[in-house]
Structure formats: C-alpha cells, structure tokens
Nanobody, 124 residues
Framework: QLQASGGGLVQAGGSLRLSCAAS????????MGWFRQAPGKECEFVAA????????YYADSEKGRFTISRDNAKKTVSLQVNSLKPEDTAVYYC???????????????????WGQGTQVTVSS
C-alpha cells in the first residue's frame, strides 16, 4: 500500500516536498516512481528511484528542479520540487514496480501499485 502526501497550494517559485509511505509489502527490490496528471492530460513520468542501490531516473524536462530520494528505515520515498511553475499543477502519484527495467521507468503500465495521489496547485 502506498500513501502520498505533501501536496498543497503554493506560489510560483516556491517549493514542496512530497512523500510516499510504503506499507504491507517488502519494497526493497522495487522501483518507486512519481507521476503526475493534470486535468485533460495524460499521466506523465516525473522521477523514479530504485529502492535497492538508490539509482535515480528523471524526466528530461525536469532535471534540476526535482529530486527524488528514499528513506529505507521509514520506508518512504520523497520528491523535492523546487522553482514550481503553474504548469506543475497536477495530481502527483507515487507508484511501485516489482520488475521495472531502467529503460521502462517512465512507463506507467510497468508499475504494480499506485497511491491515491496528492494535489499540487501552483498559483502565478
């Protein structure tokens, strides 16, 4: 089970830290990803991290503003988002994939579990 939190209303240029708490399974071999979906748009990959080893993957368009990290002891994955823009407004979802190859981290269908999402709204 995945529980996302940390969303909210923030002004452009601000920052947020989203968290995803994992429970009920041993996610130590999983890839944990963050996706987002804005109204009327498709689900979009943001970032992912391999729980074992910590290798990270980012959407090319978001490198530098987004940082994904994990806390093994707390079983949480976080997404730090800086310099927020109005176009970052979306529902952000965390997901866990059991067998996600590096080349497939951006594909939503490769993930097995999804959290309920947390709304991020950026005002101009």
């Amino acid at each position: 089970q995945l529980q996302a939190s940390g969303g909210g209303l923030v002004q452009a240029g601000g920052s947020l830290r989203l968290s995803c708490a994992a429970s009920g399974d041993t996610f130590s071999t999983y890839v944990m990803g963050w996706f987002r979906q804005a109204p009327g748009k498709e689900c979009e990959f943001v970032a992912a991290i391999r729980w074992s080893g910590g290798r990270t993957y980012y959407a090319d368009s978001e490198k530098g503003r987004f940082t994904i990290s994990r806390d093994n002891a707390k079983k949480t994955v976080s997404l730090q988002v800086n310099s927020l823009k109005p176009e970052d407004t979306a529902v952000y979802y965390c997901a866990a994939g059991r067998n996600v190859l590096a080349i497939a981290t951006k594909i939503p269908d490769r993930y097995d579990y999804w959290g309920q999402g947390t709304q991020v709204t950026v005002s101009s």
